[in-house]
């Protein structure tokens, strides 16, 4: 099955728990919070609040770096960057039943990831996006299928996700590479109507 992952978003008129909500009414059924710039305390009443949403919809809830925090809240998981808790570390605070994602942009990245005991990779990015600071070098489908048929060649069974200013007219295209896949956030909620947008989304991923 091909999954629709759905990375929280703010903007001037809708919050992060607005944006998970959007996401969850449009049938998105994997939530990630994500709020790097703020504090643990600002952190921690909206993970409640959206984790809350994600019960309600039966859906998963994984939150953006903090580890502590994840096991605190007992959330279904958590998604590590580059620069965020080593994943063998994180694993061995969390213990098993935690789902635990990295961050990729090269091959070399999966294989660290995937020695280090991650669940999934999140690799990116598929084109350039204002969501994320120091964006790493840009994929495009080539580099989707480069490093997919390397993963294969080395034995490697980690679903991939790929993330980074995608959009509905990528699914085909980006499904045809062979993930598993798709995080997005800023295309859902520019969009005219939001929770049609990730409805028609969820939609192309099934076709």
């Known amino acids: 099955m091909f999954q629709v992952q759905f990375i929280t978003h703010y903007t001037e008129t809708i919050s992060y728990p607005q944006s998970a909500r959007i996401a969850l009414e449009g049938g998105c059924r994997w939530i990630q919070l994500r ?3 703020a504090t643990d305390e600002e952190v ?3 993970a409640r609040e959206v984790q809350a949403l994600c019960r309600d919809f039966g859906a998963y809830f994984v939150l953006d770096d903090r580890v502590e925090l ?3 809240l007992h959330t279904d998981g958590v998604h590590l960057g580059k620069f965020d808790m080593p994943v063998d570390e994180a694993r061995a605070y ?3 039943e935690f789902i635990i994602g990295g961050t990729a942009n090269t091959f070399e990245d999966i294989l ?3 020695r280090a005991g ?5 690799c990116g990015p598929f084109r350039y996006t204002t969501t994320k600071k120091n964006l790493a070098p840009i994929l495009g489908l080539e580099g989707y299928t480069r490093i997919l048929a390397q993963m ?4 490697i069974r980690l679903p991939v996700v790929g993330i980074g200013g995608i959009g509905a007219d990528d699914i085909p295209a980006l499904r045809a590479t062979g993930l598993n896949g798709i995080a997005l956030s800023s295309s859902i909620l520019r969009a005219e109507d939001p929770v049609r947008e990730m409805e028609r989304i969820i939609r192309l991923t099934q076709q």
């Open 35 to 37: 709020m790097k710039d």
């Open 44 to 46: 921690e009443p909206v």
């Open 70 to 72: 994840v096991k605190r």
């Open 94 to 96: 969390l213990g098993p």
């Open 112 to 114: 660290r990831l995937h």
């Open 118 to 122: 991650a669940d999934y990779i999140g």
């Open 152 to 155: 294969d060649e080395a034995g």
